[in-house]
């Protein structure tokens, strides 16, 4: 069980400073919905890896953190839930731009998309234009 530990358990580990000075970056993204692990339990290690790292701006330049709502494991579910991480991550590695939302669609809801956000923050309904499409939510902190 040892061994096994040491391969799996790596959700102890926030200390990633060797990682983000190599030009790391982490895109995490997790079901709300997942019925297998908690989606509490990847914003759980965000949160402990914001603070490791002295705050959410520092954390944020090599680690972000996306939820998906209503998506279960690895996807289904009545959610918005394909979305391409790739070429975000090929963004944020090749040139720098950190992904501050990633657009998504679903069967579950035909002509539906929707943004993700980087966790803490969330997409609201801007007010103007169709709940449908995307670009009339923005992504907001909480006040």
Same mark, same amino acid.
């Given at each position: 069980m040892v061994a096994f530990g040491e391969i799996y358990d790596t959700w102890k580990d926030v200390e990633l400073s060797a990682f983000r000075a190599h030009g790391g970056k982490l895109l995490i993204h997790h079901g709300v919905?997942?019925? =297998?692990?908690?989606?509490?339990?990847s914003i759980d290690y965000v949160n402990r890896l914001v603070a490791a790292d002295h705050g959410p701006v520092q954390a944020g330049s090599f680690a972000r953190l996306f939820l998906v709502p209503g998506m279960t494991h690895c996807g289904g579910g009545p959610a918005t839930d394909q979305y391409d991480t790739l070429t975000a991550m =090929?963004?944020?590695?090749e040139n720098g731009n950190a992904p501050d939302r990633i657009v998504a669609k679903g069967a579950s809801f035909p002509g539906r998309t929707r943004p993700?956000?980087?966790?803490?923050?969330?997409?609201?309904?801007?007010?103007?234009g169709s709940t449908d499409d995307a670009s009339n939510f923005v992504c907001e902190l909480e006040e």
């Open positions: 919905s997942d019925p =297998i692990f908690s989606a509490n339990e =090929i963004n944020w590695v993700l956000c980087p966790y803490p923050s969330y997409a609201r309904y801007t007010g103007n």
